[in-house]
């Protein structure tokens, strides 16, 4: 295995395509500034390292083998794997991240984000991106715990955690709901909590991995069925599996088509403040950090975060 390393080398791949090119050995040297018998010295390195024969020598052509042709095939794919990691180490050095990692809550509208997604690829930054899909307190616990640079849609209080910036997105309205079909879609108003008690509720689990996890609007003794993400619990709910507060942008269609019966509870109505956060510290935000960041300061930007379409 080390030996195929050593004689692997990129420019050994690259003789190898030159060979294969320019059909002949005699004319791979000329082309390559070599002496024909130093070119036939290194290809009959490769082979005894590799153990196989790369080029069929009985015609007057350099007619790669089956073995020789895959080499060529993986080689052409390695060396631009490595004009690409070059590239991406000289954009790196102008301060880009190597990578950014978003931890995105189930109240933020996916639609918007996306937009931005494809904005920032259209800076074909070297920066990879990754999303994470994040519920409650796991949201923040994956920026705190360094598995996100950046969390949008916090909807825990993280003003006093140390070393992270918090920054409003904007309040989000949350009204309970129930499917036409479903027993409280016909109860009489308002909905006391002991009426909702007798009834299964429909809850996105936390995705916290450490640490007590939040619930919202659930009743002690209260039947719930928990589900992953917001998206199922919509689902659920136009079901008629169960009913449950949900944020009033994302099942708007459905309470306009009547799928969804919006009822009025005897507690206060919901509004829950959401906010983006970041870690700080010595260093300046990355280019990439920062492009999202100046995103995240227009108005329009962050209440189209919040407002599903």
């Known amino acids: 295995m080390q030996i195929s390393r ?12 030159a060979i294969a090119d320019e059909g002949s050995f005699a004319a791979a040297a000329r082309a390559l500034g070599l002496v024909p018998s130093a070119l036939t010295y290194r290809v009959r390195q490769i082979e005894d390292a590799l153990d196989v024969l790369l080029f069929d020598r009985s015609a007057r052509q350099a007619v790669p083998t089956e073995a020789g042709a895959e080499l060529l095939r993986e080689g052409a ?7 690409a990691v070059a590239h991406r180490v000289k954009r790196v050095a102008t301060g880009w991240e190597p990578q950014l990692t978003l931890a995105v809550d189930g109240i933020i509208a996916r639609t918007t984000l996306l937009e931005l997604v494809e904005a920032f690829f259209a800076l074909q930054p070297p920066t990879r991106l990754k999303i994470r899909d994040e519920i409650l307190s796991g949201t923040l616990e994956a920026l705190t715990s360094g598995q996100a640079d950046l969390a949008i849609g916090v909807v825990t209080d993280a003003a006093n955690t ?3 910036q918090v920054k409003p997105l904007g309040n989000v309205p949350f009204i309970y709901a129930v499917a036409p079909h479903h027993p409280l879609a016909t109860a009489a108003e308002p909905i006391t909590d002991e009426m909702l008690r007798q009834h299964r509720a ?6 916290v991995q450490r640490g007590g996890s939040v619930t919202m609007g659930l009743l002690s003794g209260q039947d719930v069925f928990t589900v992953p993400n917001m998206q199922t619990k919509v689902q659920a709910q136009l079901r008629g599996l169960g009913g449950g507060f949900l944020p009033e942008p994302a099942v708007r269609p459905y309470v306009e088509t009547g799928m969804l019966v919006v009822k009025r509870v005897a507690r206060p109505p919901r509004q829950i403040p959401v906010s ?7 260093r300046q935000p990355g280019r990439a950090l920062q492009w999202w960041l100046d995103q995240l300061q227009s108005t329009t930007t962050r209440a189209a975060l ?4």
Do not use: C, F, K, N
């Open 162 to 164: 140390t070393g992270i």
């Open 77 to 83: 794919r390695l060396l631009l794997e490595i004009d």
């Open 6 to 17: 050593h004689v692997l080398t990129p420019d050994a791949l690259a003789m190898l395509q």
């Open 202 to 207: 429909i809850a996105v689990a936390d995705s």
């Open 306 to 309: 919040l407002e599903w379409r």
């Open 276 to 282: 983006y956060a970041w870690r700080t510290g010595t």
